[in-house]
């Protein structure tokens, strides 16, 4: 476990180039692996959790082949035929979209394979994916308490269904459609809002027949074609970023080459409605299909706003260091509809409360909310990322933003960060000596 700390800072003004994708990221590699064929991959995420899918599909003996720091070929054999048996647990690490995809891919298989992960990936729920695939006909099953390690024993054929999903979860949509692929006629997922859309727009890119209308998805089962993408610069990343550019008049940051898919940029919407500029400058779709935009946020004095709804949901993986952007805003911001972020890497509603108020906030919860009253002048603070990339690095932003003179904010478990951002503490001295 590895300390950082972050000082005050008086300007910020630059350019930051985040990395890939890491949600598209997971989803190509997966599709490489079932496409008939060779794909290539490019500005692929280097975090831990798409080295983890990587590893994974390799333990299942698909052919992945990578070029340091950021590209990918894989050689698959087609839906339903690219995977094996592997010989031993497949670790997924930190990753409850490597556990929860692949469990949707391997239901569609002959293979038999035990998912496994650390110890806060076995906290997380699975029976949100369990229970689907056992309807499809595969034979899943997870630990007493709905938790990881999940046997997966697949179907070559399994059947259609249409399956009414009771939280708003992209993985767990996602799960279903890569099992969909294999099913005997068209798949529908229903879910209570829109999450976010990467592997619809995918598995379209790949040829398969994708019909979507609002929260209701259907795939048509098929063979999927390989493909050459390269993978935009990743919103959840710059988002840390473009929240430290909107906290103060006179801020900005520039990051170009981001995906800007519209389940994905409720944090924009968010720090609109909070004051701040936010500009877009649209570039061509990443494989014709994901669009991506260079962004430039532009700081200003803030007020607080309500994220609820759909809001929430679309900038669900966001909302840490939004919760810290809204120390810095004049009246009260509400988070709400997000019991979801209980079901986190940790519980984020009360990682939030507790750290937030170590740094001098204001705030309270309930069970699925949050309410923050700003401005407040942070006090530098001992935080703890309790093993969670989002708090590493949304506490690292509320460390720049200390008053001058407040002394350096000290994170432990700061390596966190590597689980979505491996080069998040250098981006970040570089934009503050910029």
Known sequence: MTTERVSPVSRVDGEVMVPGDKSISHR?????????????????????????????LRA????????????YALDGAGVGVSLRSPEAVLDCGNSGTT??????????????????????????????????????????DASPEGTAPLRVQGRRTLQSVTWQSPVPSAQVKSAILLAGLSADGPTTVIEPAMTRDHTERLLAMCGVTVESHGPQVTIHPGQLEPFGLRVPGDLSSAAFFLALAASRPGWRVRCPGV?????????????E???????????????????????????????????????????????????????????????????????????????????????GVPCESTADALTITGPV???????????????????AIA????????????????????????????????LLRS
């Open 28 to 56: 190509a590699l997966l599709l490489g692996a079932l496409a008939r064929g060779r794909t290539y991959i490019g500005n692929a995420s280097p975090a831990a959790d798409v080295l983890s899918t990587a590893a994974c």
């Open 377 to 395: 002048p942070l006090r530098a603070a001992r935080l703890d990322a309790a093993g969670d990339h989002r708090f590493a690095m949304a506490w």
């Open 273 to 359: 409605a909070m004051g701040a500029a936010v500009g877009l400058d649209g570039g061509d779709p990443a494989g014709g299909v994901e669009p991506v935009a260079d962004i430039e946020v532009c700081g200003a004095q803030l007020h607080g706003v309500t994220i609820a709804g759909s809001l929430t949901v679309r900038c669900i993986d966001e909302l840490p260091v939004i919760a810290v952007l809204a120390s810095q805003a004049h009246g009260v911001t509400e988070i709400r509809d997000a019991g979801e972020l209980r079901n986190k890497e940790t519980d984020r509603i009360a990682m939030l409360e507790t750290g937030l108020r170590l740094l």
């Open 99 to 140: 556990m929860r995809l692949l469990a949707g891919v391997l239901a569609g298989t002959e293979c038999v394979a035990i998912l496994d992960g650390d110890a806060s990936l076995r906290r997380r729920p699975m029976r949100r994916v369990v229970d689907p695939l056992r309807a499809m006909g595969a034979a899943i």
């Open 399 to 430: 460390g720049a933003l200390v008053p001058a003179g407040g002394g350096a904010t000290v994170i432990d478990g700061a390596d966190a960060a590597a689980v979505s951002y491996p080069g998040f503490f250098s981006d970040l001295a570089s």
């Open 259 to 271: 995906g800007v898919n519209p389940g994905r940029t409720g944090i924009l919407d968010v720090l």
């Open 60 to 71: 299942c003996g698909v052919w992945v082949r990578d070029f340091p720091p950021a590209r």
